[in-house]
């Protein structure tokens, strides 16, 4: 169980300032600062989406692409690697399709790449802040391991709400609680707390580094569909005209 905080007598009382942003004042509260020992409550979520088995997959999935030759990278983590064609007609001839066919699939296809590139975007936006908010978890384990043994006491700020903060005096202590997400709050040791932060760090590094490659690859697959589609197109162009000037000459000479 989660042990609450042991309050003892309180000491002079301080003010609380809160900053209203829709009227630009601030407001003074009058509270009682208390010492705080025992358990210390870190309310810095760090909660990562995503799970241990996916991250030691998108993991192996980097360490294996950066040896591979992008010539040979043909998919990557469900991504199909796109086709550059550099023959328009014998492209058609082996897909077995006509010019409209092949641009309506080629441009169904750059869409499917755009949607992936939109989820891989919002999963980046969403895992960039939980490093620096593991980052500042550690900070705070730190600290009070620095502080412990000492006899001094630790003051600090804490938020009450939003925009409203108060000032603690904490003492020596030996464990901190964790929140997890989902409400759920754990009691871990400084070491044991220390360990799980650096180990979520190094998932959420490792797993950042692999989608800005994923993204990397992805740009590229829309690069070459788009170059493709280019080149279809105007090949298309190209035959046109080639038929329109034989078309003519043959009726000059009849």
């Not at 999935?61 to 983590?77: C, G, Q």
Request: with cysteine; proline share 2%.
């Amino acid at each position: 169980m989660v042990s609450a905080f042991k309050l003892i007598a309180p000491v002079p009382r301080l003010s609380l300032s809160y900053h209203s942003d829709s009227n630009e004042h601030y407001r003074s509260f009058e509270a009682h600062t208390v010492r705080i020992s025992g358990v210390i409550f870190l309310p810095l979520i760090f909660t990562l989406s995503i799970e241990k088995k996916n991250i030691q997959n998108m993991a192996a999935a980097a360490s294996s692409s950066s040896t591979a030759s992008p010539k040979t990278t043909t998919e990557r983590r469900g991504i199909h690697g796109a086709q550059f064609v550099e023959d328009v007609e014998i492209y058609l001839s082996q897909t077995g399709l006509d010019v409209n066919s092949a641009l309506a699939f080629l441009q169904e296809r750059l869409q499917q790449y755009k949607l992936v590139e939109m989820k891989l975007l919002a999963q980046q936006r969403d895992l960039q802040p939980k490093i620096p908010d593991i980052e500042k978890c550690l900070d705070v384990v730190a600290t009070l391991q620095a502080k412990k043994g000492t006899g001094e006491a630790l003051i600090t700020d804490f938020e009450v709400s939003e925009g409203i903060y108060s000032r603690a005096r904490i003492e020596d202590n030996d464990s901190v609680c964790l929140w997890l997400g989902a409400n759920v709050m754990l009691e871990y040791s400084c070491e044991e707390a220390t360990s799980l932060l650096n180990k979520n760090l190094e998932n959420a590094k490792a797993s950042l580094e692999v989608l800005i490659t994923d993204l990397q690859f992805l740009r590229d697959q829309v690069t070459i569909t788009q170059v493709t589609i280019a080149r279809v197109y105007n090949w298309d162009v190209h035959q046109r005209r080639i038929r329109q000037t034989s078309t003519s000459s043959t009726a000059k000479d009849s």
